[in-house]
């Protein structure tokens, strides 16, 4: 059974730090990239960065670039994403998705072939 467990997320004041996990499961971690994504009340679902298969590559939202690190612990099938200076818009669920691709973007999420649940980040002002 193909999983995907986003935790990390919580209540934080504005300027705090975050880092959420995505821990992968049911399938083979080395051959898919792993992206996250957010959804803030209202509003459409957006990218926020991604990692490629073995860390081929990496991606970043404009909006959060400055401002975040995704990393991946192979040896753990985890992804983190490491989120400095939160700022109130940041209050969204985080997910974390799969695609087998060495190569990956967060414009096009249909692409993703596996969701996990989401993590609820909340920054207060």
């Known amino acids: 059974e193909v999983q995907l467990v986003a935790s990390g997320g919580g209540l934080v004041q504005a300027g705090g730090s975050l880092r959420l996990s995505c821990a992968a499961s049911g399938f083979t971690f080395d051959d898919y990239a792993i992206g996250w994504f957010r959804q803030a009340p209202g509003k459409e679902r957006e990218g926020v960065s991604c990692i490629g298969s073995r860390g081929a590559s990496t991606v970043y939202a404009d909006s959060v670039r400055a401002r975040v690190t995704i990393s991946s612990d192979n040896a753990k099938n985890t992804v983190y994403l490491q989120i400095n200076s939160l700022k109130t818009e940041d209050t969204a669920v985080y997910y974390c998705?799969?695609?087998?691709?060495?190569?990956?973007?967060?414009?096009?999420?249909?692409?993703?072939?596996?969701w996990g649940q989401g993590t609820q980040v909340s920054v207060s002002s």
């Open positions: 998705a799969a695609e087998r691709t060495a190569f990956c973007k967060v414009a096009n999420m249909t692409t993703y072939d596996y």
